[in-house]
T-cell receptor, first 114, second 114 residues
């Protein structure tokens, strides 16, 4: 596609449920990043991939969070046993490569845990 | 370690007057610096970037920023504000010339008054 696409745009889930957030990067972009943005804050790094390899997951807050990119294109961020504190905007970005400075962001998924 | 401080959480200007959004950074490495803009219900859009070339960087929509190493600053300016500039602006730093682990400031909400 022309830009980074994320789905769903909005997700409301009950506490304790698992959620999967999808990111479709710009075609040909090697690197893919996940960020989380709490209300009133800037986005914070969660994890990133080069191709299908997860290069850094140091920003994932705990082991309920995981991400994959099995074919080096679409990525899924999964949150298990959601908690209210997981409510945030989850943003995905992609870039041509990890050595490239310009990242293109999607519109984000607004997750609300009730 | 790297960090970004946006000195104003809210800035209000009248249409046609200059805009100044302030940003200071700290980085142990030669930084790459960016300004992103976020309009409501839209993804983050790159306004401009500094990657160790010219210190005065021109971006889209008439914005520019000057990298001042001695002051560790990267302030965003525009000579004349337009109503469409109303949005949230994020100053961002990364290290090593890479888009991995972008560090965002907490954002500045710009209001443009008619």
């Amino acid at each position: 596609g022309a830009g980074v696409s994320q789905s769903p745009r909005y997700k409301v889930t009950k506490r304790g449920q698992d959620v999967a957030l999808r990111c479709d990067p710009i075609s040909g972009h090697v690197s893919l990043y996940w960020y989380r943005q709490a209300l009133g804050q800037g986005p914070e790094f969660l994890t990133y991939f080069n191709y299908e390899a997860q290069q850094d997951k140091s920003g994932l807050p705990n082991d309920r969070f995981s991400a994959e990119r099995p074919e080096g294109s679409i990525s899924t961020l999964t949150i298990q046993r959601t908690e209210q504190r997981d409510s945030a905007m989850y943003r995905c970005a992609s870039s041509l490569g990890s050595g490239n400075t310009e990242a293109f962001f999607g519109q984000g998924t607004r997750l609300t845990v009730v | 370690a790297q960090s970004v401080t946006q000195l104003d959480s809210h800035v209000s200007v009248s249409e046609g007057t200059p805009v100044l959004l302030r940003c200071n950074y700290s980085s142990s490495y030669s930084p790459s610096l960016f300004w992103y803009v976020q309009h409501p219900n839209k993804g983050l859009q790159l306004l401009l970037k500094y990657t160790s070339a010219a210190t005065l960087v021109k971006g889209i929509n008439g914005f520019e920023a000057e990298f001042k190493k001695s002051e560790t600053s990267f302030h965003l300016t525009k000579p004349s504000a337009h109503m469409s500039d109303a949005a949230e602006y994020f100053c961002v730093v990364t290290w090593g010339g890479s888009a991995r682990q972008l560090t965002f400031g907490s954002g500045t909400q710009l209001t443009v008054l008619p």
